[in-house]
């Protein structure tokens, strides 16, 4: 199923109504062992021409767990999502929808999330009967009113986990070395930093009212490498999750100038299920550093309008008609969508909901279709630079700033000094302020 961003239908207004205990007799969390939950749809009721309720039960297995629905037409998770406590009993979740079409199949399942893997339950539909008398107009969307505190939610940026190259560029030059690891997450425990999902932080983001924790903080890691796994362990010492943003192009092992320095679908499989969330980096050739591609990628484009500036493919068109090339982005992103769930076991359609440009590159919003479509099919794309003036389009387009730590910026006293800041609320650093900072000189040129 899509999550849409902006949906041209009727807008969905939707309440989460209190979870209710289902079994009572649960084991201490001393005695049983944590795991990943457990998700079981039940069918819908209360369902009228334009209004239903979709139910479920979550079992945490013995940890904080998240849960939301998601349904379709129209999809998305928007105002769904649910906090549920650490204990061992099958809790049940409801969600009332409104601003349904009559006369209209409707598809639906329960997710659940939480450090040990993701679940979702098994896809239930209902149909809406046709309305009686006029059809009523779906009452407009009220401007969202925030309920949480929480002013900033900081965004940090990882890549491998290593000694870093002294080679500008090359695949180990962004590494994180573990030690300085280590001390950045014991840094946001020790001052009460609580990690949180994608769908946490753009329900927040949007001024959805979403249960955070009152200090969170959104820990990501680009393009998949086998060292990453070095981070598992530390992450789970503290309680803490983070998203891998994945390249299917390198995870199928196509780009073989680089042997063996991404991560394959096996290590993607079992870091999936030690409790990382799974998002899309790219495609096959999305980041792919042209002209040094598989020919499949190249295919098509002139080569000799790829410079060492002008190298992105998702940003230039290589000679393509707007056609061929708005063809060619659309078909890179949602085949490597497919591919991460086919190859994950994820529900059917499922889409990324969060996504990080491949070299932090956006275009700076200077191509409104590209902007409108990224915009339509996540909900945020993150960066690692954005320059003052083009502050204002990024925050229109849901472009956000994320802390990139690792080369010469890796230690607790740089994340220490950094992780407020203006950037991290919901308005973003604002009109005329950076966000920020060019790596080796270059606004595109930061890694991702």
Not at 129 to 154: D, E, K, N, R, Y
Not at 340 to 357: C, K
Request: one cysteine or more; a negative charge.
């Amino acid at each position: 199923m899509k999550i849409i961003k902006h949906i041209r239908v009727p807008l969905t207004v939707v309440s989460v109504i209190a979870a209710t205990v289902l079994m009572s007799a649960a084991a201490t969390a001393s005695s049983v062992k944590a795991a990943a939950p457990t998700a079981t749809t039940l069918a819908a009721s209360n369902v009228t021409s334009t209004t239903a309720t979709l139910n479920g039960t979550v079992n945490p297995g013995g940890l904080a767990t998240t849960a939301w629905f998601q349904w379709s037409p129209p999809d998305g998770d928007s105002n769904t999502v649910l906090g549920i406590g650490s204990g061992t009993a099958a809790v049940a979740v409801h969600a009332n929808i409104t601003g349904l079409m009559p006369s209209t199949a409707y598809s639906f399942h329960v997710y659940a999330w939480n450090s040990k893997g993701q679940k979702n339950g098994t896809t239930l539909s209902f149909t809406t009967p046709a309305a009686v008398g006029p059809t009523p107009t779906p009452t407009p969307t009220p401007t969202p009113t925030p309920t949480s505190g929480v002013t900033q939610i900081p965004v940090l940026c990882f890549h491998g986990i290593g000694t870093p190259s002294s080679v500008v560029d090359s695949v180990d030059y962004y590494n994180t070395t573990l030690a300085n690891f280590k001390a950045e997450m014991a840094w946001l425990a020790s001052n009460g930093y609580q990690t949180i999902t994608p769908q946490q932080y753009t329900a927040w983001l949007a001024g959805q009212a979403v249960t955070l924790p009152a200090k969170p903080v959104l820990i990501t890691f680009d393009d998949a490498f086998p060292n990453d796994t070095q981070a598992t362990p530390v992450l789970q010492q503290y309680g803490f999750n983070a998203v891998m943003f994945v390249v299917t192009g390198y995870a199928n092992g196509d780009y073989s100038s680089f042997g063996t320095a991404y991560a394959p679908w096996s290590t993607i499989e079992t870091m999936a299920s030690q409790g990382w969330m799974i998002q899309l980096h790219a495609g096959e050739c999305g980041h792919a550093f042209m002209p040094y591609a598989p020919d499949s990628c190249l295919a098509g484009l002139d080569q000799s309008l790829m410079t060492s500036d002008d190298y992105e493919y998702y940003i230039w068109n290589f000679g393509q008609t707007d056609a061929q090339y708005r063809a060619r982005v659309v078909n890179d992103i949602t085949v490597g969508e497919a591919r991460i769930q086919t190859t994950l076991g994820f529900q059917a359609g499922w889409q990324s909901t969060v996504f990080a440009a491949p070299f932090g590159a956006w275009g700076n919003g200077q191509d409104p279709w590209l902007m409108s479509y990224w915009d339509r099919i996540f909900k945020t794309v993150f960066v690692q630079y954005i320059p003052a003036s083009d502050q204002a389009v990024a925050h229109r387009d849901h472009v956000r700033y994320r802390l990139e730590l690792g080369y010469g910026a890796q230690s607790a006293d740089y994340l220490a000094s950094h992780i407020v800041n203006v950037a991290f609320t919901r308005a973003g650093a604002g009109s005329g302020v950076t966000s920020g900072a060019t790596v080796n000189g270059g606004v595109n040129s930061a890694s991702g």
